[in-house]
């Protein structure tokens, strides 16, 4: 069982992206209510219409708002309503929301649908974007806020069939820190991207090869992979006060694996494949 420490009492978020129980959002939306937020909970209307948010919303307490984080217009309507809602200021913000129609294709890297990459970016990147944007002319963040977004190691290496969305993780982590200089000098807002582990979320099943992926950072880090509970136990920090020099930044949470070249059990496991082929 978890022990809260009122790590966030009194503090107003706002989650995008909670879809069911295996996402990393609901993770996030759950421990943060178990640390004293009041919480706003968002996804796009169809998201909202086939997850189970409303389910979230009742044990968190919480207030769901349709809304797509690609539309400005979604966006401005959201950041009002919350502030009503919420009587205030909002103290944290996660972005948790991606997705590539090119994976879901299968169109390999090399054979993009440049529309479909066009929609990779929008929702994936851009979007954060849009939300910070529209946040900071509406002035809809407290002072010394915490916005997190959530990405991935593609991001700075190659990962096979990782596609277009690791081109999108790229821009995230970039506006990341141009938009982290911009808010952070102005507001002391500070804004930040959580590189996961690979997890077993709707998002990351649907990445071709994903099993073995999960299973060889989980061999290759040496505390294993991070799960999306310990995930949700990172961003607590994140929007706490513990925190508040602390921006512009990409941080692995991953079990050490983006720091790892070789492991024993990795270089084992490398020369029992040559033995293999002698013997066949």
């Known amino acids: 069982m978890i022990m809260a420490y009122n790590l966030l009492k009194g503090k107003r978020g706002l989650i995008f992206g909670a879809l069911n129980e295996a ?3 609901w993770k996030v939306a759950e421990r943060t209510y178990e640390e004293g937020a009041n919480l706003i909970l968002t996804n796009t209307p169809i998201a909202c ?3 189970n ?3 979230l919303a009742l044990k968190t307490h919480s207030t769901v708002i349709p809304a797509d984080a690609t539309s400005i217009d979604d966006l401005e ?3 009002t309503e919350a502030q009503e809602i919420l009587g205030g200021k909002l103290d944290f ?8 129609v090119n994976v879901r ?3 390999t890297y090399d054979n993009l649908d440049y529309s479909f990459l066009n929609k990779t970016l929008d929702i994936s990147a851009i979007s954060f974007h849009k939300m910070l944007q529209v946040a900071k002319k509406m002035d809809a963040v407290s002072d010394n806020g915490s916005i997190l977004a959530l990405t991935y190691m593609a991001a700075q290496r190659t990962i ?3 596609n277009d969305m690791a081109d999108a993780k790229a821009l995230l982590e970039s506006i990341t820190r141009s938009f982290g200089y911009i808010y952070g000098k102005e507001k002391g807002i500070r804004i930040n991207t959580i590189s996961q582990s690979p997890t077993y979320t709707t998002a990351g099943g649907g990445i071709k090869g994903f099993d073995s992926l999960y299973d060889f950072a989980d061999k290759l880090s040496p505390l294993g992979n991070a799960t999306a509970d310990e995930c949700a136990d990172y961003c607590v920090v994140m929007f706490s006060d513990l925190t508040k ?5 990409n941080l692995y949470h991953d079990g050490g694996f983006s720091s790892m070249g070789m492991s024993v059990e990795a270089m084992t496991q490398y020369e029992k494949s040559f033995e293999k082929d002698c013997n066949e």
């Open 23 to 25: 996402s990393i959002a």
């Open 105 to 107: 294709k299968n169109r």
């Open 77 to 79: 309507r959201l950041f």
């Open 160 to 162: 096979a069939g990782y």
């Open 53 to 55: 948010i409303n389910d």
């Open 93 to 100: 913000i996660l972005h948790s929301v991606g997705m590539s």
């Open 245 to 249: 020099k602390v921006t512009m930044q």
């Open 49 to 51: 219409r086939m997850g």
